[in-house]
């Protein structure tokens, strides 16, 4: 790969305090901070839990799912300029369940996004909502085998673990062993839970996960972020079976440590935040957070000398370039347990390996927790903040990043579709370079779960100061295989508003 022969330069030098973080080549100052409230009225109510997106109707802008804790969801159709409409009771979306888990993916392959819930409380704890376009949405998990009666629902991700071309289903339990299910459907079945041929149902009180290539050997392994003192886990795949290689590594861990009932892992997150060409994680904690930057050698914790190992309880990660400077932004949201509001952050990359706290008044204000999304809901190029907050005097607030006009456009959205225009590609790397060059201007994962345990189908984003050309290489991970397609000289302006869509076959094989 072109990335990997810059990894021997940039691990020159590398040690526990210092360390070289490539920087775009911009010499502009950094940004001011804005948001403002989208239809405040709208998103006003609290008790919201979960906080989804996904393109329902095909119109090329992305709509909202939103679970609320008891009081019915919504669903908010993007009506471009004419706002958002909730259309939950129009499309048969509407649940009075407390929503803990939703996660958007064609499950059925037939080119549109349909929706996993999970519930807490009474059976059943599952719901599966298949896109029927304007008919609507149907209820089908007891038909397909998804139907689950008992557990507590976390984090829910569409992946193809198997690479057999369509979406599996990992659900992770906060109470019992987590699930995962093969898709049989195109064998004329139903899911099939394999979970304990995998190896995967690890029974200690996971709440988040996330899915990437950890190893680089050409299939989807997961993270797990477990509480309650829990250790997290780094489940390894080999051919459809997993082990757990956490032990002894910053991410059994995570930063706040084993075996403190009090503390524990809600949320990973990948990111690739030093520009190296590697994904790091991040994990947000009930005590310190803390970030694992990927090595030749194995993982570094470098959450406490980038600044971003600040102490609290908190839900959330939510990274994106959202300045276009060329590097990855971080959003992590407090929760409100034990009476206690803890605050959000916004932290913004700024020279060297630090990063730091940039939270404008108008997010400090918001009682958000649990969910956070970037998202580019306007399609002007740069990313807004969705928020979710469970407290009654909460909120679900879309707020639009005001980044000048002239900077907004400094950005290529990039969506992954296989070769027959369906998403299903979750768990696919996105690198982006200087064209002509091997100078990597960022890397992305598509969405393996996100947000507070959401999924949602969404491009990946990628602020690029100045908008000049770039050459795009899509990492295809299944089978066992690692296949690189080249999409080069792709000329930004010619993306504003819309999203670089490109149709890969596992093979390689480009469509356009």
Not at 188 to 202: K, L, N
Not at 283 to 298: K, L, S, V
Request: hydrophobic share 40%; net charge negative.
């Amino acid at each position: 790969m072109r990335w990997q022969a810059k990894l021997a330069l940039a691990m020159v030098g590398v040690g526990a305090v210092a360390y070289a973080l490539a920087r775009p080549a911009s010499v502009r100052d950094p940004e001011p901070v804005r948001f403002a409230a989208v239809q405040s009225q709208l998103f006003a109510a609290g008790g919201t839990l979960t906080d989804a997106w996904a393109d329902i109707d095909g119109d090329g802008d992305p709509d909202r799912f939103v679970g609320f804790d008891g009081t019915p969801s919504r669903l908010y159709r993007n009506d471009g300029t004419a706002g958002f409409v909730d259309v939950a009771a129009e499309l048969g979306l509407v649940t009075e369940r407390s929503v803990r888990t939703s996660a958007w993916g064609d499950f059925d392959s037939d080119g549109d996004p349909d929706l996993l819930l999970g519930y807490a409380g009474d059976a059943p704890v599952t719901a599966l909502f298949r896109n029927d376009g304007p008919g609507g949405f149907v209820e089908v998990a007891d038909e397909v085998g998804l139907r689950l009666n008992e557990g507590v629902t976390r984090q829910a991700s569409w992946v193809d673990y198997d690479g057999d071309g369509d979406l599996d289903l990992f659900l992770a339990l906060r109470d019992r062993e987590n699930r995962l299910y093969r898709n049989d459907l195109s064998d004329g079945a139903m899911f099939t839970d394999v979970t304990r041929a995998s190896g995967i149902g690890d029974p200690r009180r996971t709440v988040g996960a996330v899915w990437f290539d950890v190893d680089q050997d050409g299939d989807l392994d997961v993270v797990t972020a477990n509480m309650n003192g829990d250790a997290n886990g780094l489940w390894r795949q080999d051919g459809g079976v997993f082990t757990d290689g956490a032990r002894g590594t910053v991410i059994e861990g995570g930063g706040r440590g084993v075996g403190d009932e009090a503390f524990g892992t809600v949320r990973p997150c990948v990111v690739d935040f030093d520009n190296d060409g590697r994904l790091d994680v991040f994990f947000a904690n009930y005590g310190p957070n803390e970030i694992a930057r990927r090595t030749d050698t194995g993982w570094e914790s470098v959450g406490a000398v980038s600044g971003l190992a600040v102490d609290g309880r908190y839900d959330s990660c939510a990274w994106g370039d959202f300045d276009h400077d060329g590097t990855s932004d971080l959003y992590v949201n407090g929760t409100v347990t034990g009476g206690i509001q803890y605050r959000d952050w916004l932290f913004r990359r700024e020279g060297g390996a630090m990063f730091l706290d940039v939270t404008p008044p108008q997010l400090l204000e918001l009682n958000s927790d649990h969910g956070a999304t970037w998202v580019d809901y306007d399609l002007d190029g740069d990313l807004d903040l969705a928020l979710t907050g469970v407290a009654d005097d909460g909120m679900h607030h879309l707020m639009q990043n005001l980044l000048r006009p002239e900077f907004a456009g400094h950005s290529l959205k990039v969506r992954v579709l296989d070769e027959h225009g369906r998403a299903t590609r979750a768990g696919t790397e996105v690198r982006v370079y200087a064209a002509g060059s091997d100078r990597l201007m960022g890397t992305r994962l598509v969405d393996t779960g996100s947000g507070y345990d959401a999924q949602s189908d969404l491009p990946v984003h990628f602020g690029l100061p100045g908008a000049q050309p770039v050459d795009v290489v899509i990492t295809i991970v299944g089978a066992g295989v690692r296949t690189d397609v080249p999409v080069d000289n792709v000329d930004p302006a010619e993306y504003r508003g819309r999203a670089l869509t490109v149709r890969v076959a596992f093979d390689g094989s480009l469509f356009r």
